[in-house]
Nanobody
């Protein structure tokens, strides 16, 4: 079975940086598109960023564009989200998802997701 294990969350001051990792197992990592979502209590998941099976075509929500960078580490079967210039409104649980396709299409529902990792941005 596919497993997605996120890590790297924590508490940081505004303007700080964090690097989230999503280790993927149980599938051929290079055959699927992935995304990061985030969610705060009482609200639905918010799409943050995603990329294609080969790591190309990174896309970002307007809320994080220019501050976050998504990538794939194929040697470690890991999806990385590098977050910089963090703001209090970035506080959320971040989780990664897998799509059943190679090319990212956020209109397609993902078919696997992990538990996520908590990011808190506060002074």
């Amino acid at each position: 079975d596919v497993q997605l294990q996120a890590s790297g969350g924590g508490s940081v001051q505004p303007g700080g940086s964090l690097r989230l990792s999503c280790e993927v197992s149980g599938i051929t990592f290079g055959r699927y598109a992935f995304s990061w979502y985030r969610q705060v209590p009482g609200k639905g998941p918010e799409w943050v960023s995603g990329l294609n099976d080969d790591g190309s075509g990174p896309r970002y929500s307007d809320a994080v564009k220019g501050r976050f960078t998504i990538s794939k580490d194929f040697a470690k079967s890991t999806v990385i989200l590098q977050m910089t210039a963090l703001k209090p409104e970035d506080t959320a649980r971040y989780f990664c998802v897998k799509y059943p396709v190679r090319i990212l299409d956020v209109k397609i529902h993902y078919d696997a997701w992990g538990q996520g990792t908590l990011v808190t941005v506060s002074s």
